[in-house]
């Protein structure tokens, strides 16, 4: 086997239409040469493709035949001109890449045979080089240097070594000249040959950032020719975060190390807000007075529950008033509940809004009592009508198939910046302690937020509040379990992490420890194990 640093996806993004040819038919065998790339086809189950290489002397080949439609597996066999198989590898690990070393014996004429081993059909891109060509070992570069160069039909491939780092994350920076067609980044493990990242020649540029780990690991970042134009250019910058030791135009880490070819987007503004328009002749309605969500609680006080939130996009007709008209009843989305005067705007026609006699908060139980109900009938003459008192409704619980409060986002491994955050108001009249499991506190019964996550080298995913008082968290992972969290790190703020994390969707409560108290405070979202409350 050839080394580690040589193995590599050969210009994967040599599709067909950079490469110019047409896929192989699978009974015609078609020439190929050494240092080539061709793409080929099966087209039926069970079939192959058959190419034929012509060696002027004994020599040993590296062969790679990676699949273009997913779930191909492709694999193949090498015959000599005597008949005899002299090399191959079987794919009986499912993959879309094979590749492999193969001793021609003699001159002559020699057969590659290429299967699917799932007899599958559909396209893939055969590679032949000679590993008998000398080839330059990995260059070795610093944290800070830039590298430039360009790769194109000679010099097919360019490859830098680095070794990780113990403590931070580090970032890889590969930019094209803008005048030129992108080269392919390929990004690997050098011990283990695995292939980390590999980017499309439709990029003009890629960051990759690698997580620390607990043992030192050499990778390698390969600059392949992607097969259009005469020649592509490129620069390469590494940096280690927090080490004091940055690329020409970044600040540490946080940005990207060379001068971007694309067009610098201008920094996001927050628009001003725009208040929703009430009809000045429509029916009673409110509106939320600042762009910020408004709490709609069950009565005319903040003693009472939540029953759902107000956008600053919605408007909400007007049913009632307290008799000082410090707050309104509204129906909002067939939910009737209440809004404090102080924090929505009023509009449209008002003047016949009843004054409505609010409800009367339930007094509290007693600490440690649970109320029990019981039905109870009252004897009745015969022919009467017996009468029952039935117990409450079922209390409520938590549902993940509701609109989160406060939105959701998509988050993948490496995402910057890091942490992501958003505000979020704890509170709600779901008691969560009938989960078990120790969780505890008080939510609404839809999630506050749901991270959509996909998964990859960072080994943690943690997810923490920041509050100004005692809150909880409740969260649902992609495998429908829950998890819950009071206090963490020495405080009463909640800490809730994901070893080797699952893609999938994650739905997180934000409780408070207290019924009836509403906690204003940040979610963070982090896969770096220094931050937290």
Not at 234 to 249: M, R
């Amino acid at each position: 086997m050839f080394p580690a640093w040589l193995r590599r996806p050969l210009l994967i993004v040599f599709l067909l239409g950079v490469l110019g040819v047409s896929a192989v038919a699978a009974q015609a065998p078609q020439p190929i040469n050494l240092n080539e790339n061709k793409v080929g086809s099966i087209v039926q189950a069970g079939g192959r493709a058959e190419f034929t290489l012509n060696a002027d002397a004994a020599r040993s080949v590296a062969i790679q035949v990676l699949s273009i439609v997913p779930g191909l597996r492709p694999e193949f066999e090498v015959i000599s001109p005597a008949g005899i198989i002299v090399g191959g590898i079987s794919n009986t690990n499912g993959i879309d890449i094979v590749q492999g070393t193969v001793s021609l014996p003699a001159a002559g004429s020699y057969v590659i045979r290429v299967r699917s081993s799932a007899n599958t059909t559909g396209d893939f891109l055969l590679s032949i080089q000679s590993s008998n060509a000398t080839a330059s070992p990995p260059s070795a570069i610093t944290p800070g240097q830039v590298i430039t160069g360009q790769v194109d039909s000679q010099t097919g491939f360019r490859a830098f070594s680095f070794t990780g780092s113990l403590t931070d994350t580090v970032f890889i920076n590969v930019l094209a000249d803008p005048a030129s067609v992108a080269p392919i980044v390929t990004l690997k493990d050098d011990g283990t040959d695995e292939v980390l990242a590999l980017s499309s020649a439709r990029l003009s540029g890629v960051r990759y950032s690698i997580p620390p780990t607990a043992f030192a690991v050499n990778y390698v970042v390969e600059i392949s020719f992607s097969g259009a134009g005469l020649a592509q250019a490129f620069s390469l910058c590494v940096e280690v975060a927090n080490s004091g030791v940055t690329c020409p135009g970044t600040t540490g880490g946080s940005s990207p190390q060379i001068v971007p070819t694309v067009p610098v987007q201008p920094p996001q503004v927050t628009p001003t807000f725009q208040p929703v328009v009430i009809p000045p002749t429509g029916a009673c309605q409110v509106a939320s007075l600042t762009g910020a969500t408004i709490n709609v609680r069950q009565g005319p006080g903040l003693d009472y529950a939540i029953v759902t939130r107000l956008q600053p996009t919605q408007l909400a007709l007007v049913f009632g008033r307290t008799p000082d008209n410090s707050w309104y009843q509204i129906n909002l989305n067939g939910i009737l509940g209440w809004v404090s005067t102080t924090v929505v705007r009023i509009g449209g026609v008002c003047n016949t809004v009843p004054v409505v006699i609010p409800p009367t908060l339930p007094a509290p139980l007693p600490t440690g009592t649970n109320p029990v109900f019981t039905a109870t009938f009252t004897s009745t003459p015969p022919g009467a009508t017996a009468t029952a008192t039935l117990p409450p409704a079922p209390a409520p619980t938590l549902n993940f198939s509701l609109p989160p409060n406060y939105g959701s986002t998509a988050l993948t491994s490496g995402f910057v910046p890091d942490p992501f955050q958003v505000g979020i108001t704890s509170g709600g009249t779901v008691n969560v302690s009938y989960l078990g499991g120790g969780c505890t506190g008080f939510t609404t019964t839809s999630p506050d937020f749901s991270i959509n996550y996909t998964s990859g080298a960072f080994p943690t995913l943690r997810m923490y509040f920041v509050g100004s008082g005692d809150a909880t968290m409740v969260i649902n992972t992609p495998g429908g379990s829950y998890f819950c969290n009071d206090d963490s790190f020495g405080t009463l703020n909640p800490t809730i992490d994901f070893n080797s994390p699952s893609s999938g969707r994650y739905d997180v409560w934000i409780g408070s420890f207290a019924s009836g108290t509403f906690i204003s405070g940040t979610l963070s979202v982090t896969e770096n194990t220094g931050n937290h409350p």
